[in-house]
């Protein structure tokens, strides 16, 4: 009888676990669950300041009322930001014309030159998409900190990143995070936001 109760037991406290631990079953990963909550709770992106692969600084705040895009990378990446700039490519041909796109680096070596690398590569032009740094490194911690972007550098002079399409609301808040391969459903929330 104690053997079964305990058996219960375990298993009512497993089920609890799985139940929290998977946003209460509508998430099988935490990245899943970190997009529900994005989705649930549209969160306000820090207005920092950027400079693009032209030299030219912006703000987020300049984009208030447009579409926006972003995407978070850093220019020597061998693999996921080629992905995300493919994603880019696709997005840019497609999106409509009052659309903005936002490549940000979040590698502090990413300087102007770099940034043009990455531009010339995916054929990013100003100033419907930017590929932009942050020079000052409290405000890149706490916009990596506000959209739930993990950076961790790696032993080899990068880094390993999650990766997302990030839909910024016309008020400036990080609304939906797509998967890089999901240009067609960041298309259609961006649709959904226009009316």
Avoid at 48 to 66: C, E, I, K, M, P
Avoid at 73 to 101: H, M, N, Q, S, W
């Amino acid at each position: 009888m104690r053997a079964a109760l305990a058996t219960i037991a375990v298993a009512a406290i497993g089920a609890a676990a799985l139940w929290w631990g998977t946003d209460q079953g509508r998430a099988l990963t935490s990245e899943a669950a970190r997009r529900n909550d994005i989705a649930a709770a549209p969160r306000l992106l820090p207005d920092v300041t950027f400079h693009d692969q032209t030299g030219a600084a912006f703000a987020l705040s300049d984009y208030r009322g447009a579409p926006l895009v972003l995407e978070f990378v850093y220019a020597t990446c061998p693999d996921i930001c080629i992905t995300l700039g493919t994603a880019f490519e696709r997005l840019d041909a497609t999106l409509p014309e009052d659309a903005r796109l936002v490549s940000i680096s979040f590698d502090p070596r990413d300087d102007t030159e770099r940034l043009g690398w990455f531009a010339d590569r995916h054929g990013a032009q100003t100033p419907r998409w930017r590929v932009a740094g942050i020079e000052d490194d409290a405000d890149r911690a706490a916009l990596l900190a506000r959209a739930d972007v993990v950076v961790i550098p790696d032993a080899m002079g990068g880094f390993v990143h999650n990766a997302g399409l990030y839909l910024v609301d016309p008020e400036g808040r990080l609304s939906a995070i797509f998967e890089p391969e999901d240009t067609e459903g960041l298309r259609v929330a961006l649709a959904g936001d226009a009316r």
